[in-house]
């Protein structure tokens, strides 16, 4: 079973930074595209950044130079490190990856004061 569990949200004031955790079971995790996505409240969920099993990586313009995602596959674990926050990059942080079907984490609560 896919299991998929974030840690590490906070409270930081903006031009700050965080590290987010997705601890992963249950897949073979070094061949896994690891996604990480926010919903904020009121909004959809976005994508945020993604790495490949190979190590490639890809941002959408609104976290490019800012986030940088990353994975240690002998922890079985992808991280998101976010600088430079922004209030509007408050929002619960998602960890995602497929398997025949979406498997998400729980969330981890991000929220960024001016």
């Known amino acids: 079973q896919v299991q998929l569990v974030e840690s590490g949200g906070g409270l930081v004031q903006a031009g700050g930074s965080l590290r987010l955790s997705c601890a992963a079971s249950?897949?073979?995790?070094?061949?896994?595209?690891m996604d990480w996505y926010r919903q904020a409240p009121g909004k959809q969920r976005e994508w945020v950044a993604q790495i490949t099993g190979g190590g490639n990586t890809n941002y959408p313009d609104s976290v490019k130079g800012r986030f940088t995602i990353s994975r240690d596959n002998a922890k079985d674990t992808v991280y998101l490190q976010m600088s430079s926050l922004k209030v509007e990059d408050t929002a619960v942080y998602y960890c995602h990856t497929w398997r025949g079907r979406d498997f998400w984490g729980q969330g981890t609560q991000v929220t960024v004061s001016s």
């Open positions: 249950g897949i073979f995790f070094s061949l896994a595209v």
